[in-house]
């Protein structure tokens, strides 16, 4: 069967033409730009888990090289001098971070025996650390995002037992 130019089967395909052009076009566009959307997004994801072991080792990591002997006002100087240390080791900026110590123990902390009444080194520390990364965004720009704030903190706490033995932890 022979199809005739001026048949209206030829005349609706010619106005047809180019429709799945612009349809893929579209499509395109939206994938691309939830492509990027997630490519950011799993970017601050990680960068947050990598930022929170920093910070969860920075405060650990102080509690634990504090000497039960030291007295607290010297205690406060050496634990944050030690966490601003950790952080630089590992990549971060200090700056942007608040480290606060406070003698005794957390009560809001899971896994720990009661608050002894008594000298500074018996009733423990808490050290606590929070602070915000500020990142570029990639693909986001698009949809009006230029940077991203990631926030993390940690907070670790520390007592010694009578033979100057120290039992440290971490709030999770």
Known sequence: MKFRLDSPRASCRGRRSGAALVIFAAALTSLV???GLVVDMGYLYVLRAQNQAVVDLAALSSIQAL?????FPAAT???QALARSQ???NGLDPASFQIAVRAGV??????QRAPE???????GVTLSILGNQKTEAWFTRV???RSFA????????????????????LSL
């Open 87 to 89: 952080l630089v080791r």
């Open 117 to 123: 009444k008594g000298p500074w080194p018996r009733s």
């Open 33 to 35: 730009g939830f492509i």
């Open 67 to 71: 000497p039960s002997d030291t007295p």
């Open 150 to 169: 990631v926030t993390v903190g940690s907070r670790a706490c520390g007592q010694w037992e009578d033979d100057g033995s120290p039992r440290t932890w």
């Open 106 to 111: 957390d009560p809001e902390m899971p896994g």
């Open 77 to 79: 100087t050496y634990l």
């Open 143 to 145: 949809f009006g995002y």
